[in-house]
């Protein structure tokens, strides 16, 4: 029989779909724009978000999640992104790598312990992988953890950490080199951090060129304790499990770069229609028709680059090349539509009170967060066998 490609939503993902717009649309874009103004964490946002469920949506019921997959996830990315960039991010950072790490590798009482909170929104995690002195070489960590009389001890420092420090961040899961492997290599493992562990510093908020309303913040460890049944997985497996990690994120990043790139497709149709000049809308000239339709045209395909990762990912089948793909091609995608939006909109599209401001700040960093462009390149080259 013939297979028919469908990437239709089925009704529960079209019904998750419509609720997290109307959210997006009713609760976070008529406020959003003064957080991000005034640098400000919406907290009452993040705490509604997580009450219609939206941090527990990949999560199995019994640690306190919806009983969605990742794809969900996603959907709710990209409906949040379409509006706003930095409530999004601190959602795919709660969930896929704040969350995830513990869902995946952590212990029985790890997830009876952190899940439902973290699943309820009540609660956010971080991961903490990059350092000051290099991201893309993830695997140049510095930090140290030493087991000293049953208790890690950590010294170090992280760099560039999303919701690490917002009144609901519980704790942090860190990679930290903790002996030298057989092969003269590091060995890092995973470790997870509460809040206020004494030892740990969470350092002021960056002041950041995009997702202004997101947290993000430097991180530093010195004599730090933690009990050793904190290491997340397998002692030594820290790095690659960050990495299948980020693999996941990935597909939520190009999710999230998908929503902005249609949020520009959005904000563009509209104010084509209602901004004059020479006597008409400026909807009426063809060189903006061909703007808007080139932006449409990038966000469609955009959307199947996502939605093609997901399901390899949750057919079970090898996804990182579809992953990075997607990341890599969505996120250009994002960039280049905000760079468009904010050119139909003219001299107001400079202007923070149109949200293709905040787009056009807020596109740059999809290019680099969770593995550069450069580093997406290199991935899909060595999984090509180039090299
Ligand atoms: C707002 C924000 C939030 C973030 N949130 C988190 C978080 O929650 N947790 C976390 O762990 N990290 C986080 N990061 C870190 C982020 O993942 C890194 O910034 C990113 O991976 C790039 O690392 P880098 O900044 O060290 O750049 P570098 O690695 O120094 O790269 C600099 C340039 O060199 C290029 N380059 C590097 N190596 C190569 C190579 N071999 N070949 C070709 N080009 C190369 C890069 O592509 C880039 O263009 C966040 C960053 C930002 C800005």
């Known amino acids: 029989m013939t297979q028919v490609l469908d990437y239709r939503l089925d009704e529960e993902t079209e019904a998750l779909r419509k609720v997290v717009r109307e959210f997006a649309q009713d609760v976070i874009a008529p406020q959003i724009g003064e957080f991000y103004e005034r ?3 919406p907290t009452a946002i ?9 941090f527990g949506l990949p999560f199995p019921e019994e640690y306190g ?3 969605g997959d990742y794809f969900h996830l996603c959907v709710a990315l990209e409906e949040l992104g379409r509006v706003d960039s930095s409530v999004a991010i601190t959602l795919e950072a709660g969930v896929s790598l704040g969350a995830m790490p513990i869902y995946r590798f952590g212990t029985e009482e790890q997830k009876q312990e952190w899940l439902p909170r973290l699943c309820s929104g009540e609660a956010l995690g971080a991961f903490g992988l990059t350092e000051p002195g290099g991201g893309s070489d993830a695997g140049a960590t510095r930090t140290t953890a030493r087991l000293e009389d049953g208790q890690w001890v950590i010294n170090g420092s992280k760099a560039f950490i999303t919701n690490s420090g917002t009144d609901l961040t519980a704790l942090v899961t860190v990679t930290a080199v903790t002996g030298t492997r057989p092969d003269g290599g590091k060995e890092i493992s995973a470790i997870l951090v509460p809040s206020g562990t004494p030892g740990f510093t969470v350092g002021q908020r960056y002041s950041k060129v995009g997702w202004n309303a997101s947290d993000t913040r430097e991180l530093s460890f010195a004599d730090c304790r933690v009990p050793e049944e904190n290491l997340v997985g397998e002692r030594g497996r820290g790095y690659a499990q960050f990495l299948s990690i980020l693999d996941e994120g990935r597909i939520a990043i190009a999710a999230l770069s998908t929503g902005l790139a249609q949020g520009c497709v959005d904000e563009s149709v509209k104010y084509a229609a209602q901004r004059e000049a020479f ?3 400026i909807g009426r000239n063809q060189a903006i028709q061909f703007m808007i339709a080139d932006m449409e045209v990038r966000a469609s395909t955009a959307r199947l ?17 579809e992953a990075s793909i997607a990341k890599l091609y969505t996120s250009e995608v994002a960039m280049e539509n905000a760079r468009w939006a904010t050119q ?13 401001g905040r787009f056009y700040r807020d596109a740059k960093i999809l290019e680099i967060g ?5 580093v997406q390149r290199m991935l899909i080259a060595r999984d090509l066998g180039v090299g």
Do not use: C
Not at 305 to 321: H, N
């Open 344 to 356: 139909v909109h003219g001299g107001y599209g400079f202007m923070n009170e149109f949200p293709v």
């Open 39 to 41: 640098d400000e964490f």
């Open 46 to 54: 993040v705490r509604q978000m997580g009450e219609l469920g939206l």
């Open 370 to 374: 969770e593995g550069t462009s450069e």
């Open 65 to 67: 999640g919806s009983g």
């Open 279 to 281: 006597g008409q809308p």
């Open 305 to 321: 680059a996502y939605y093609r990762a997901a399901e390899k990912m949750l057919r079970g089948e090898p996804f990182k090349r």
